[in-house]
């Protein structure tokens, strides 16, 4: 069973939003920290963002800071990440996972993942 499920993928013109969500499934994360990776065709993953269990603290990659936003409500069990001014290079299947730790999530891999939801940012 697949512990997290993502949804809220698709496509969109570039410039536009999209918000992805991430609910566990058959178990809760409510005091894991929980976020977002990505990899484009022919990449390697890429760490996006991270949100601590409390949604105290977030962290985000270079790339993507000051357009997506990573958020979590505790009593839906869900994160969500909103992207805006989405770009063409935005383009990936994106991933969410959850770990006991928030820490160097742009250096390792997360214990739990989802199977992915597909962005495609058309130019």
């Known amino acids: 069973q697949v512990p997290l499920v993502e949804s809220g993928g698709g496509l969109v013109q570039a410039g536009g939003s999209l918000r992805l969500s991430c609910a566990p499934s058959?178990?809760?994360?409510?005091?894991?920290?929980m976020g977002w990776f990505r990899q484009a065709p022919g990449k390697e993953l890429e760490f996006v963002a991270v949100?601590?269990?409390?949604?105290?603290?977030?962290h985000y990659a270079g790339s993507v800071k000051g357009r997506f936003t990573i958020s979590r409500d505790n009593a839906k069990n869900t994160v969500y990440l909103q992207m805006n001014s989405l770009k063409p290079e935005d383009t990936a299947t994106y991933y969410c996972?959850?770990?006991?730790?928030?820490?160097?999530?742009?250096?390792?891999?997360?214990?739990?993942w989802g199977q992915g939801t597909q962005v495609t940012v058309s130019s």
């Open positions: 996972a959850a770990d006991s730790s928030p820490a160097d999530w742009n250096k390792r891999t997360p214990d739990y």
């Open positions: 949100i601590t269990w409390t949604g105290g603290s977030t």
């Open positions: 058959g178990r809760t994360f409510s005091t894991y920290a």
